[in-house]
């Protein structure tokens, strides 16, 4: 209709399967976007994401979507268990023969082609059943439902969003995924020009690095597509001559970058089989150093992938996504090469952001038009006073709890850190993402061992090893990183060295075996209540910077909604609740 381009558009952008994620896209501009984690307090939930689309569509009352974006184009029932394991497949004969028979290249190709027919079959399956879940949710006629369906490529979708979401300018970028797998490629690479993306490489999910990762994870007695952060954490903590001969021997030969082309992997037989080498070639080695060396392989072979990409194009600008750029000491180590003269990184950058990356497409294709950036993560639930209200009471919590109403509830917060008080703040638009940004954050005083412990042992229970994090006023993070090419760091997706001072004043949220951080630089453009709130305590103390983790137990998901809200506080040591303006004890 020539009268349709003057109403806004209107994408649902879905992200099925592991992350399950709704986004809602309006004339280019994302304003809303929830994982389906909040919704069934599933940590990285893949229950099909009814509660995140009711929430979008009920929160921006939406009458009529244009459009429904899918990232992925193959969906088929079970997508996401390649990376589950039977028990005892690691000993079982099938997956020996496999893993050797499959060091044949024909024959990988035979078993590639085979298992994506046999998937191509699966997919047009589900494609019927998802039509008719979304025409039940919408109150619409399937065959209405299938003409506003556009299906986006996986690894389309993370470059996407990376390079429209957060790419800070149009000047020609190289645009990096990498990932276990998503519609049977593990890594890209891009350029990004002018609001175009030309892909130069992929790599088939074979040869893939997030395999290996996640694969070693299992191995170490730890969940796959969630516990990797834990061996990253670990990494660091060896000493590096025990970790150098493991790396040499085990993990090098299992991955390299393909010799007539560098921009890919390559891997002597499917990563997806790997375990029964690992049982093999690791049994009675020590669980810190197999983390170390697995951390160094894949902080030396994607720099020289990078490296490799950037000598090619000449392009030294870099955005990169994918769920393999979670690891925040990959990305410090991306940062500080020398041939990366600028460099951005997805925030949370796993599948959850791949509907930011679909809806961008579906956008630009149909307009002809760029999409805007994201101007900020805070994109989930909030809550009107007289919702709260109810809420408290609802659940007596007047009655059954100390109780106030503050006038200035950030100066009240700023007092209690300022005498080693621990706070859980709820405030404004939950955060998209797997990491908390202020609104849905555990507060503490960072300069003090003492508040570590007090979070870890009363609330969040998290493995010995693994460090906190710091948000920092943007005017004093010079004093406590190390950042030569003062690179954005807004979302905890890049860890730095830190400064003497950082050492001292911000001691509880380092990593104490190498002392580097992974902070929030807080601007008051950003999140205003949030900036007042550090620089409350900033006067208090002369400190620059709080101690943020997620407000969660260990093994949920990051609270989101009132009801998850009060269930941490009633099963955690949490002695305060910031809740908006009331303070909860």
């Given amino acids: 209709s020539p009268w349709k381009n003057l109403f806004p558009m209107m994408i649902l952008s879905l992200q099925l399967g592991h992350n399950a994620t709704a986004a809602l896209l309006q004339d280019g501009n994302i304003i809303g976007a929830v994982s389906q984690e909040k919704f069934d307090n599933i940590k990285n939930s893949s229950a099909f994401p009814e509660g995140a689309i009711r929430y979008l569509l009920q929160e921006h009352q939406v009458k009529t979507l244009d459009n429904i974006a899918i990232a992925g184009i193959f969906l088929f029932p079970g997508q996401i268990q390649d990376l589950q394991v039977k028990d005892g497949s690691f000993l079982s004969f099938k997956s020996r023969s496999l893993c050797f028979l499959l060091r044949s290249r024909i024959l990988r190709d035979l078993y590639w082609k085979t298992t994506i027919i046999k998937r191509k079959r699966a997919s047009k399956k589900a494609k019927i059943e998802l039509v008719n879940k979304l025409a039940f949710l919408l109150q619409d006629k399937p065959s209405s439902v299938e003409k506003k369906l556009h299906f986006v490529e996986h690894h389309v979708c993370h470059s996407a969003s990376v390079a429209f979401g957060i790419v800070p300018s149009k000047q020609k970028t190289l645009v990096f995924t990498l990932d276990g797998s998503g519609d049977y490629f593990c890594s890209t690479v891009n350029i990004f020009e002018q609001g175009v993306l030309k892909r130069l490489a992929s790599t088939p999910w074979t ?252 609330i969040k229970q998290r493995d010995f090893w693994m460090p906190f994090a710091p948000s920092i006023l943007e005017d004093r993070a010079k004093d406590y990183l190390i950042n030569p090419k003062n690179l954005p760091a807004p979302f905890m997706a890049l860890a730095f060295d830190s400064t003497e001072l950082g050492k001292k004043d911000l001691k509880a949220c380092l990593h104490q075996a190498d002392f580097t951080m992974r902070p929030q630089i807080v601007s008051q453009e950003d999140t205003p209540d949030y900036f007042r709130l550090l620089k409350y305590f900033e006067e208090l103390t002369g400190l620059g910077g709080v101690m943020n983790t997620s407000f969660n137990l260990h093994g949920f998901p990051l609270v989101a909604t009132l009801e998850q809200a009060l269930f941490t506080f009633e099963n955690s040591g949490l002695k305060y609740l910031a809740l908006e303006n009331y303070l909860i004890s």
Avoid at 279 to 287: A, G, K, T
Avoid at 399 to 422: C, M, P, T, W
Wanted: one cysteine or more; a positive charge.
């Fill in 207 to 458: 040869d893939s690095l997030g395999y290996l990762y996640a694969k070693v994870t299992q191995y170490l007695g730890m969940k796959a597509l969630e516990h990797e952060y834990k061996v990253m954490g670990l990494a660091p903590y060896p000493k590096k001559q025990y970790v150098e001969k493991l790396y040499q021997d085990v993990f090098q030969p299992l991955i390299t970058l393909d010799k007539k082309n560098p921009l890919m992997f390559r891997a002597p037989f499917p990563l997806n089989y790997v375990l029964p080498f690992l049982h093999q070639r690791l049994f009675l080695q020590r669980f810190d150093n197999i983390a170390s060396a697995l951390q160094m392989l894949t902080e030396n072979l994607v720099t020289s992938w990078v490296r490799s990409a950037i000598e090619i194009t000449g392009i030294d600008r870099i955005a990169c996504s994918g769920g393999v750029f979670m690891n925040v000491k990959l990305n410090k180590k991306i940062s500080e090469m020398k041939q990366v003269r600028d460099c951005v990184f997805m925030p949370s950058a796993g599948d959850e952001s791949n509907p930011f990356g679909a809806a961008y497409m579906v956008y630009k294709k149909l307009t002809g038009k760029d999409p805007q950036p994201l101007s900020n993560l805070y994109l989930g639930p909030s809550y009107t006073p007289s919702e709260i209200k109810a809420f408290l009471d609802d659940h007596r919590i007047r009655s059954r709890y100390g109780f106030r109403d503050e006038n200035d509830i950030e100066k009240k917060i700023a007092q209690l850190l300022r005498d080693f008080h621990v706070v859980a703040r709820f405030s404004g638009r939950a955060e998209w993402g797997a990491r908390a940004l202020g609104n849905r954050s555990i507060l503490a005083n960072p300069s003090d061992l003492q508040s570590f412990y007090e979070v870890n042992h009363a």
